[in-house]
């Protein structure tokens, strides 16, 4: 019979950059066996992964508990078809039951709607995730704007001094943290990353896949568009950072599809040309406003990052209520709100607090068993029928 240990909420402290939540008593551990690897029965201890789920289910995370319901073995190769082991040091403190350091970096603690729900997801998570390994957690993030270097430089700052024994990383992109990922990995420390799909060797990967999300998103507003009786033939596509690999994902799985089943749709702006919309909700407003008066034949915007609420708002100003639609990622209260209005069709929610939640029971669960979590992220469209759930979910 596996034994737990009592899931305790920790206080944490939020300062501009570090959070960090302190440690608790260990759960049983097993001192048997050999320096832990890739090998799942080298780092066994006693962890009760059913009740790590159940906490999880019961605080609304319930694609993390898909995960932990679904662990496998780690692989015997990594990406580039290297092997791990993990370092000895850490090694020990497994045996020992000493806090094991765990670190989440995210991209940023000022962009509106995802820096909040990052810290939520991390103080959430790190909890349940204590129930399984005893851990140190520190979540690092630039100030306050997007910062690739800086972002790095945090890293290797903590991994200078061995104040890292897992690592989780948000990257703003694909690319630009691989060869840091690789640099943790081979010093024997797990890395996970979340957030946007990466290229380095990492264990897993916990995000969306932006074709498939831009497919899900148009068959969402093609089946509203059925109901609603709306024939919807103009649209434009545009987000804060249009160029990047999980904005022209969406682009071109939403327009592809969409123009699958409406041949003759016009897209104004398509994924080869997007709307640059400002992250910033004044400057996003300003764009929409003069989308709409210089496009008068315009009928649906999509936004596939934070900025629909900023359309709705130039809808509503503009006098086109029921002529112009949008959709928009992420769940904010302006877009539900423009949900229950009839002028947003949905707000596809990417699960950011689930996202930066991962890591801690992803590092825990491989410390305590030697077993990876997988991706299991779906999006979810939320539509009019589900405002009361998703509203729940922003604690409104």
């Not at 608790?24 to 059913?50: C, Q, V, Y």
């Not at 306050?144 to 690592?167: G, M, S």
């Not at 990922?181 to 896949?209: D, L, M, R």
Request: aromatic fraction near 8%; proline fraction near 6%.
């Amino acid at each position: 019979m596996r034994s737990f240990v009592t899931m305790t909420f920790l206080a944490a402290s939020f300062a501009l950059v570090v959070t960090a939540c302190s440690s608790a008593a260990p759960p049983s551990t097993d001192t048997s066996g050999t320096s832990p690897s890739t090998d799942s029965s080298e780092t066994a201890i006693k962890a009760d992964l059913p009740a790590a789920s159940a906490a999880l289910v019961a605080i609304g995370y319930d694609q993390i508990a898909n995960s932990v319901d679904t662990v496998a073995p780690a692989p015997a190769t990594l990406a580039d078809g290297s092997t791990f082991t993990l370092a000895d040091s850490i090694a020990t403190k497994v045996k020992s039951g000493d806090p094991l350091n765990y670190v989440l970096s995210y991209q940023s603690t000022g962009i509106a709607l995802f820096s909040e729900q990052y810290k939520a997801g991390y103080d959430a998570t790190t909890p349940i995730a204590q129930s399984l390994i005893n851990t140190n957690s520190t979540a690092i993030a630039p100030v306050p704007a997007i910062d690739i270097p800086a972002q790095i430089a945090q890293i290797e700052a903590l991994l200078n001094t061995d104040q890292i024994d897992c690592l989780a990383i948000e990257p703003p992109d694909g690319n630009a943290f691989t060869d840091i990922t690789n640099k943790v990995i081979a010093k024997g420390i797990p890395v996970f990353t979340a957030g946007v799909q990466s290229n380095g060797n990492e264990f897993s990967n916990f995000t969306q896949v932006p074709l498939e999300e831009g497919k899900t998103a148009a068959e969402t507003v093609l089946k509203w568009m059925d109901t609603s009786g709306n024939d919807l033939k103009v649209f434009s596509m545009g987000g804060g950072d249009p160029s990047a690999e999980w904005a022209q994902g969406r682009f071109q799985g939403f327009e592809q599809t969409i123009m699958a089943a409406i041949p003759d749709a016009k897209f104004i702006n398509g994924a080869n040309n997007p709307l640059t919309v400002d992250y910033d909700p004044a400057a996003s407003y300003d764009t929409y406003k003069a989308l709409l008066t210089g496009q008068p034949d315009l009928q649906f915007i999509l936004n596939v990052d934070i900025g629909a609420e900023n359309a709705d708002r130039a809808v509503t100003d503009a006098g086109v209520d029921g002529k112009v639609f949008t959709a928009g990622w992420n769940t904010s209260a302006g877009q539900l709100d423009a949900i229950e209005a009839g002028i947003q069709v949905a707000a596809f929610d990417q699960g950011w607090s689930q996202q930066a939640g991962f890591g801690a029971v992803a590092c825990a669960v491989y410390l305590a068993t030697g077993e990876v979590m997988p991706n299991t992220q779906h999006l979810i469209p939320v539509t009019a029928d589900g405002v009361d759930a998703a509203r729940k979910l922003l604690g409104g």
